[in-house]
């Protein structure tokens, strides 16, 4: 329950990134929301690596050559399935497009957890 705690924290931490990083190329930059959200969630991992490795997961093996492929793969089905959901919603259901950057949120957070958890840093329980 603890990991559970620290990830929805780091996400938290993550989400409010990607949230400043958002409203910052939509709204003052003018920004397409595609390039806005690609850019918006590379910069959260680079912070989520290192928060996931060293505190959620606990991860101190020194096996970076082995976690930072993993955890770029987790990020890779993680942000294509928001992406994937966000298109859906902006494109065909005509959802609001910050609305829908924020509920892409949830469903990253959920994909992530579960593969950096059962793939990336190997926590069985």
């Not at 997961?57 to 976690?67: C, D, V």
């Not at 955890?71 to 959901?85: P, R, V």
Request: one cysteine or more; charged letters at 10%; aromatic letters at 16%.
């Amino acid at each position: 329950m603890v990991r559970v705690i620290r990830f929805m924290l780091i996400g938290t931490l993550n989400a409010l990134i990607t949230v400043l990083i958002v409203w910052l190329m939509m709204d003052k930059l003018g920004c397409n929301y595609i390039a806005t959200n690609i850019i918006a969630y590379v910069i959260a991992q680079i912070n989520n690596f290192f928060w996931s490795k060293y505190w959620v997961f606990s991860s101190r093996t020194g096996k970076l050559h082995r976690e930072v492929p993993l955890f770029l793969i987790a990020f890779g089905c993680a942000y294509c399935a928001q992406f994937l959901a966000l298109l859906v919603m902006v494109e065909i259901f005509n959802l609001n497009e910050y609305l829908a950057q924020f509920l892409g949120l949830f469903i990253y957070g959920a994909v992530n957890y579960m593969m950096n958890k059962k793939i990336t840093f190997l926590i069985d329980n």
